[in-house]
């Protein structure tokens, strides 16, 4: 297994919880556990240290009181300031995982951590908009900056293309064998969805 050394996680609290009621999301119970602390435990157990918590909740601290918890160094500015807070704060190099993916395992916060040692950026492949899922990937130190850049402009939006134009050395995981969908009939792969094999975003309580 590739040595993911220096690499730290991060649980990025955001969101108007608007499918819970204003609900923090991560606080909500999947398989009886909090969200939150199984997010917890498996970036501690991939990456060997305790994640990051960044959360502008007034009680943040008291979610986890274990962990360092910390507000967007830029508020009021969505996800892409999450994650920008995160890559300054942990510091970078870092994965980030938004937390209502209750499902991300292990070996894919390693696998997307290890890309680092050649990619700025390692962002799992999403059949959305956006074409990756860049609230469950890795960013390194140079991220930083071309966040920073980004927000400065009003760019709040992370996606792919904002990535490519920043210069940023990235590449998108796929984990083919992961996919669930059935084989292309030519090539016999399976094409990977994120919401499957990567984080399955919760919704309300009652659906999870």
Same mark, same amino acid.
């Given at each position: ?28 119970? +999947?398989?009886? #556990?909090? &969200?939150?602390?199984?997010? *917890?435990?498996?970036? !501690?157990?991939?990456?060997?240290? /305790? ?52 499902? +991300?395992?292990? #070996?894919? &916060?390693?696998?997307?951590? *290890?890309?680092?040692? !050649?990619?700025?950026?390692?962002? /799992? ?84």
């Amino acid at each position: 297994m590739i040595a993911v050394d220096g690499v730290r996680g991060a649980i990025l609290a955001g969101g108007g919880a608007t499918r819970f009621g204003g609900k923090p999301k991560g606080l909500e119970l +999947v398989g009886g #556990e909090r &969200i939150l602390d199984r997010l *917890a435990r498996t970036l !501690e157990r991939a990456l060997g240290q /305790p994640p990051l918590l960044v959360a502008n909740a007034p009680d943040a601290a008291g979610w986890r009181p274990d962990l360092t918890t910390v507000s967007d160094l830029r508020p009021g500015l969505g996800s892409l300031g999450g994650i920008y807070t995160a890559v300054m704060t942990a510091p970078a190099p870092v994965v980030c995982v938004a937390w209502d993916m209750p499902f +991300v395992s292990e #070996e894919l &916060i390693h696998r997307l951590a *290890a890309g680092l040692q !050649e990619h700025d950026a390692m962002l /799992p492949q999403s059949d959305g908009r956006r074409g990756v899922e860049p609230l469950c990937a890795a960013y390194g130190p140079a991220c930083g900056p071309a966040i920073s850049a980004s927000l400065d402009a009003g760019d709040l939006l992370a996606h792919r293309e904002a990535i490519a134009r920043s210069g940023m050395t990235h590449a998108v995981l796929s984990l083919l064998e992961y996919g669930r969908r059935a084989p292309n009939a030519e090539t016999g792969t399976r094409p990977c969805r994120h919401r499957t094999w990567c984080s399955r975003r919760s919704g309300p309580p009652t659906t999870v």
